[in-house]
């Protein structure tokens, strides 16, 4: 059987990504306290269920400390993958404040989270980070930030859809002027490089289009700094798989993530995609995630 555990900060789109997996066909638990996962697995297990995903969160705080032990025990009967969703304090505060939901750390506190009180949404957040902190190095990260329900739904469908057992590289383009994504292991800047978006006529373009990869591919030092990031990441790569690292994700940003960082990491997966489970994915670039 298949285990999706979903993970990570309140309001960053777990509840997305279980109606999504519920879409895919996964019995969907949502603020499962972790005790009860084992015996969960078990039960459908025999019951014939191929597909299971639970969400679980800072409700469950008292047991977030029991969660890697539960994680090592099924990943020895399942296939178990963790997907942690994070997403900036800004984006958070903005959402809860649209909604008009309450954080489950703030007000009045519940018998099975025992955190206290905590005034203010920012507090409540930070405390989150705090509880959830040590959950994020087993899974799959994805920084939700900026990004459109549709397009966590794709993305969340190609995680699930990935190879587990070998080590999966993910690129992943993006813009500065909206921030370095949160689930970045490796960054780097081809802000130094050509850009076309001063070339009124490119400037429509992404890094997908043929006018874009013919105008960077004419570049010299486009050619050089994906040969040298492609070193890079074929030198350390074997490293992070003798760490037992199930996941790799290294962003390329540029200053708006329409055109240069679009362009080297299509690049960089397609050179990289025989030897290891590449996706890629564009953050701000106006591309259809699917």
């Not at 009967?77 to 489950?104: C, K, W």
Request: net charge negative; aromatic share 8%.
């Amino acid at each position: 059987m298949r285990i999706i555990l979903i993970t990570g900060i309140s309001g960053s789109g777990k509840s997305v990504a279980l109606n999504a997996l519920e879409d895919g066909g996964y019995y969907c638990v949502d603020n499962l306290p972790p005790r009860f996962l084992p015996e969960l697995a078990g039960y459908l297990a025999k019951e014939g269920q191929t597909r299971l995903a639970v969400a679980i969160d800072a409700r469950s705080s008292h047991s977030l400390d029991d969660v890697p032990a539960i994680i090592r025990k099924l990943s020895d009967d399942y296939d178990l993958r963790v997907l942690f969703l994070n997403a900036s304090t800004q984006s958070l505060i903005q959402r809860f404040s649209e909604t008009r939901r309450r954080h489950p750390l703030s007000g009045p506190p519940m018998r099975e989270a025992d955190v206290g009180v905590l005034n203010s949404l920012a507090e409540a957040i930070e405390r989150e980070r705090e509880l959830v902190a040590g959950l994020a190095e087993y899974g799959h990260q994805i920084d939700t930030s900026n990004l459109r329900a549709n397009v966590l739904r794709a993305w969340v469908k190609r995680f699930v859809e990935t190879d587990a057992a070998d080590l999966t590289l993910m690129f992943e383009s993006f813009g500065f002027k909206r921030g370095v994504p949160l689930d970045a292991d490796l960054v780097f800047d081809v802000r130094t490089l050509p850009n076309p978006y001063y070339d009124r006529e490119l400037r429509p373009f992404t890094g997908l289009d043929k006018p874009i990869i013919d105008f960077l591919s004419a570049q010299p030092l486009v050619g050089e700094m994906i040969d040298d990031i492609g070193a890079f990441v074929g030198k350390w790569l074997p490293r992070f798989r003798d760490d037992n690292r199930s996941y790799l994700t290294v962003a390329i940003g540029c200053t708006g993530g329409q055109h240069r960082s679009v362009f080297i990491a299509e690049a960089l997966a397609a050179r990289f995609c025989e030897t290891a489970n590449v996706i890629v994915r564009h953050r701000d670039a106006p591309i259809p995630a699917g």
